[in-house]
């Protein structure tokens, strides 16, 4: 089943909805993801848009990846 997340959706809120996507992450160079106390702090605001910008990680790679686990990215405005 395709799931559909938003690239502008905070990652803790992501992590809670779709527990699988820490180990997609983590696997894509968000270390930091696997850290709870991480998570339930900076994962209360950073997104997934943002993070990608601050790590140097290619948005396109980040898609690409998710797709290959059944997950579409969208970039809207919450």
């Known amino acids: 089943m395709i799931k559909v997340i938003n690239v502008n959706t905070k990652i803790a809120t992501l992590v809670k909805q779709y527990p699988e996507i820490k180990e997609i992450m983590k696997d894509l160079g968000f270390k930091?993801?696997?850290?709870p106390v991480m998570l339930n702090t900076v994962g209360k605001v950073m997104t997934i848009k943002k993070g990608a910008q601050m790590k140097g990680i290619d948005i396109d790679?980040?898609?690409?990846?998710?797709?290959?686990h059944n997950f579409i990215l969208e970039d809207t405005h919450e």
Do not use: G, P, R
């Open 32 to 35: 930091d993801i696997t850290n």
């Open 61 to 68: 790679k980040i898609k690409e990846t998710f797709k290959l």
